[in-house]
């Protein structure tokens, strides 16, 4: 059970993490020079995004569950339950 | 009441499980991590004694801090397998391992601050001595007093009382589901049966009455009875498969072969960076891939920020310092000689001027620069020396000072001069300049 729901935060989490190692390359191999506080405003600003992106993600997931599962027409949107969605 | 507790009535624990258990971190008399708790239990001392011993050793020296930061990392938690060292490794990281290890970094932060004064380390040396040989001899006491014991028992044993017939027991009882006691399961019925031996098999009868796959023996042997009640497993799995743990291999990976492909060719900073900027891209691939493949957690996260720390750090260390360590000696031998600038990336360079005969009234300057490790500059008995040493992070010793005096102190700047031993004719002036990144800088003066 590998495949899952796309998860915004972790992609910009590792977009981030990815950012940082070009930034340092570059620094690396002599075609920019990068100093060494740069780390710390990608970092946290991209950690940042990624938490408020995952918060977001979770409010907008569990809000559409909730009208899902409250409309009395259809089949409930969890089978697994009760106690999985109020 | 259900079968899956374990009876009273099974044998009872064979007489070796009294022996000590395993050192393991306590849970139920902890005040930081558990560790002397754990070892009082161990040692069978009070642990207020470890307690007290290792709040002394941390005052002085950080000892007591580094041993216990270690401890914490490396021993197991009651009722645990797995230590915090290896949850670490393992990208699962908790408050509590963070906690060990910046105990065991500030352990060392203070012993290194410390290091100059040997003394301290003596005596702490001396109370650790103490409290190991008296948590050994504790021990001892222990196993000698089982001994005893043991040896008591075999003697009571072995008398002619022993002959008479054992005295009569309740038989044993039988601890089974029972229908009228079971909850009745979704379809109607009371679920499996169990089957009521008295001395049988354990288990639970199927449709073809078979357990575990055999026809079961009445009157057989008590056999094992079910395994011992653990944690539930989850019939559904609710979150996808951690990859957290192939990214932090893959990320190791990178790191090594990067460093390594950069070693001969780079500079120490530069081959670090190479590696970082490699571990640090495999991390990010991770965690794209996992935000629609796969799982990774905070540990991946935490690594990645410990990663980017450390590419930071090793962008500011200094361009000239090399990965090769070079020990080199310049030895001018007339003041033309001498020249203006020397130069060494990593290793020890010495500069040994004490033959050096300095006109009067004349003036010879040169500039020394080591990357990293040692440079050691001996003077003439009778030169006036004009010094201006810079260390970026580490020692210097001017003449003068005892040998053994290390104090290591970032960002040092030190502009003096040295003026001859009285007794001696003054001769000409050397104006040196002397650069370390880390290291030593020594400054010494020729005896004659």
Known sequence: MLLHEFRPGRMIAGLTALALAGLYAGDATGAWTTPWYVVFPVLFGGLGTAGLVTWIVYRVRRRSARSRSSDSTDAPASTSGSQAMR | MTSSTPSQHEAPPPAEAVSAPPLRRSRGSKVVGGVCGGLGRYFDLDPVIFRVVIGVLSVPGGLGLIFYGFAWLLVPLDGEEENEGRRLLTGRVSGSTLAAILMALVGCGVFLSMLHSGSMLGSALLVAFALSSAAIWSRHRQAGAGEAEGRADAATASRPVAEAPPETKAPPLVEFPSWWRDPIVKDGSTGKIAIGYLWGPHGIVDQDGLVDGEVPKPGGQWNAGPAAPGRPKPSIRRSPFSIGGLVYLLAMVAAVVGTSLTWESEPLGTSLQTGLVAALAVFGLGLVVSSFLGRTGFGTIFLTVVTAGLLSLTTAVPGQITTE?????????????????????????????????VPAGSTVSSEIEVGAGRLAVIVPKNAVVKLHAQVGLG????????????????????????????GTTPAGTLDLSLEVGIGQVEVTRAAS
């Not at chain 2, 007339?334 to 033959?355: C, F, H, K």
């Not at chain 2, 003449?399 to 502009?415: L, W």
């Open chain 2, 395 to 422: 020692d210097l010793q001017l003449p003068g000072e005892p040998a053994n005096d290390i104090d290591i102190a970032p960002d040092r700047d030190v502009t003096r001069t040295l003026n001859p031993p009285a």
């Open chain 2, 325 to 357: 360590w070079i020990r080199e000696t310049w030895r001018p031998a007339s003041v033309a000689a001498v020249q203006p600038r020397y130069e060494l990336g990593t290793g020890v360079g010495t500069l040994d001027l004490s033959t050096l005969a």
